[in-house]
């Protein structure tokens, strides 16, 4: 399932003017969708799931579209649904967090941002967030 979340962004302060900015998120699971998505006009920012089939192709081709790519990390959530490869837990230790993160981030290719993908429980945990942030501003 691919989800639009939108956010508006104040070009200056005072608010006299504004973009959306669009993120598609879940992207990699599904090749059809997924060119679908990059057909879509006008600028947007695709969130990629980490070691899913068509993730790094879809990724640099949405690259060559002139598209944001994220790394749509899968971060453990409160509910205990199942993250897929590359999910991040509270219960590893740093160096496995940091790690997996890593090897994340190189499985999409041209990443220039991360969000999360279900990490409410993850996010909850500052020593997990200081380690990841860590990863993330390498």
């Given at each position: 399932?691919?989800?639009?979340?939108?956010?508006?962004?104040?070009?200056?302060a005072?608010?006299?003017?504004?973009?959306?900015?669009?993120?598609?998120?879940?992207?990699?699971?599904?090749?059809?969708?997924?060119?679908?998505?990059l057909?879509?006009?006008?600028?947007?920012?695709?969130?990629?799931?980490?070691?899913?089939?068509?993730?790094?192709?879809?990724?640099?081709?949405a690259?060559?579209?002139?598209?944001?790519?994220?790394l749509?990390?899968?971060?453990?959530?409160?509910?205990?649904?199942?993250?897929?490869p590359?999910?991040?837990?509270?219960?590893?230790?740093?160096?496995?967090?940091?790690?997996?993160?890593?090897?994340?981030?190189?499985?999409?290719?041209?990443?220039?941002?991360?969000?999360?993908?279900?990490?409410?429980?993850?996010?909850?945990?500052?020593?997990?967030?200081?380690?990841?942030m860590?990863?993330?501003?390498?």
């Open positions: 399932m691919l989800r639009i979340f939108c956010v508006w962004l104040s070009l200056s005072p608010v006299l003017a504004a973009d959306l900015l669009i993120i598609i998120d879940d992207v990699g699971n599904n090749r059809g969708l997924g060119q679908r998505t057909a879509l006009p006008g600028p947007l920012n695709l969130a990629f799931l980490p070691h899913t089939p068509y993730a790094a192709s879809l990724a640099s081709e690259y060559a579209l002139g598209h944001g790519i994220l749509h990390a899968p971060m453990a959530n409160e509910q205990g649904a199942r993250l897929g590359g999910g991040l837990y509270p219960d590893m230790d740093a160096a496995t967090l940091q790690q997996t993160l890593r090897d994340n981030i190189a499985a999409i290719p041209h990443v220039q941002g991360v969000n999360n993908h279900m990490g409410s429980l993850l996010t909850q945990q500052a020593d997990a967030m200081r380690l990841s860590d990863v993330i501003a390498e």
